[in-house]
C-alpha cells in the first residue's frame, strides 16, 4: 500500500452527498481536478463534485482529468455504459492505459483521449518506498500536465468510429 501524502484529507463520504459538493467547492481554486479508476457506482458521486468544483462565480474552472486504467467494468450491468458515458461527456480528458480503452472511451463520447505508458505501470513500488521518477513516470506525469493544460484543439483527436448517438439526459427523456 502507498503511504498517503502527508497534505492529504479524507474529507468525503461516499454515503453523504452534501460531502461531495463541500469537497467539490474545496477544489475550485486548484488548476485541474484527477478522478482515479471511476466505476459506475461512484459516477453520481464524481458528477456532482465536478459540479461543485465549477467555476462558482470565478469564472475559472478547473481543468478535469479521468485517468481509466478500465473505462468500463469487465462484468458491466445495464446502465453501466451510460453512467460512464455521462462522466467521461462532462470532463475535458481522459487518459487510458491501452488503444483499446482509448476506443471505448471514445466511444462513450469522451472529448479528448491520450494513451499511457503501460510499461509504467510495473515500476510502482508497494509498501512505503518512493517511485522511481524515471523516464517512464516522467512521460506519464508529463501526459496528465499536457491533459491539465488548456486549450487544445478539436483536430488533436480523431472522432469516434461510430457516429455519437443522443445523450444519456435526451435518451431519458424520450418517450
Not at 516522467?138 to 493544460?149: F, P
Request: net charge neutral; proline share 10%.
Amino acid at each position: 500500500l502507498v503511504q498517503a501524502f502527508p497534505r492529504s484529507v479524507r474529507a468525503l463520504s461516499w454515503a453523504r452527498p452534501d460531502t461531495w459538493v463541500r469537497t467539490g467547492r474545496r477544489l475550485r481554486g486548484f488548476d485541474a481536478i484527477i478522478v482515479m479508476d471511476p466505476t459506475p457506482l461512484m459516477v453520481p458521486a464524481h458528477l456532482a463534485i465536478l459540479r461543485a468544483a465549477a467555476s462558482g462565480g470565478s469564472g475559472v474552472d478547473p481543468r478535469t482529468i479521468v485517468i481509466a486504467q478500465s473505462t468500463l467494468p469487465r462484468r458491466s450491468r445495464l446502465g453501466d455504459a451510460a453512467l460512464v458515458r455521462s462522466l467521461l461527456e462532462r470532463v475535458d480528458a481522459v487518459l487510458v492505459h491501452s488503444p483499446e480503452q482509448a476506443r471505448l472511451a471514445l466511444d462513450l463520447h469522451a472529448a479528448r483521449v491520450s494513451v499511457a505508458d503501460t510499461e509504467v505501470l510495473h515500476g510502482w513500488p508497494l509498501g512505503g518506498e518512493d517511485p522511481d521518477l524515471s523516464s517512464p513516470w516522467a512521460h506519464y506525469v508529463g501526459a496528465m500536465e499536457a491533459l491539465a493544460s488548456p486549450p487544445w484543439t478539436d483536430e488533436e483527436q480523431a472522432p469516434p468510429a461510430t457516429p455519437a448517438g443522443p445523450s444519456f439526459r435526451v435518451r431519458l427523456a424520450a418517450p
